[in-house]
């Protein structure tokens, strides 16, 4: 069955960094962009980061611009989220998503809590 399952959350103080890999599987992951969103509490969810089928082109929120890198490795099925410079309101729960042109695949989220 189609599944994306998303690790490398955890604790981090402001100015750290975390790894977000992404495992999708059941479908064919290479003929669907990546995207990452997140949510912090009390929030509505925001786009944080996309990348294309093949890898050659990224799009970034503003606010992570800079900081954050996404990345894929279709061979194996994976997306990443590198996280750099991590702020208190980079805190939140993060989702990928595989995007096809008429369905969307979700993973359940792993939460990232930046504090000190």
């Known amino acids: 069955q189609v599944q994306l399952v998303e690790s490398g959350g955890g604790l981090v103080q402001p100015g750290g960094s975390l790894r977000l890999s992404c495992a999708a599987s059941g479908f064919t992951f290479s003929i669907y962009a990546g995207n990452w969103y997140r949510q912090a509490p009390g929030k509505e969810r925001e786009f944080v980061a996309s990348i294309s089928r093949t890898g050659g082109s990224t799009h970034y929120a503003d606010s992570v611009k800079g900081r954050f890198i996404i990345s894929r490795d279709n061979a194996n099925n994976m997306l990443y989220l590198e996280m750099n410079s991590l702020k208190f309101q980079d805190t939140g729960m993060y989702s990928c998503?595989?995007?096809?042109?008429?369905?969307?695949?979700w993973g359940q989220g792993t939460q990232v809590t930046v504090s000190s």
């Open positions: 998503v595989a995007r096809g042109n008429s369905v969307d695949y």
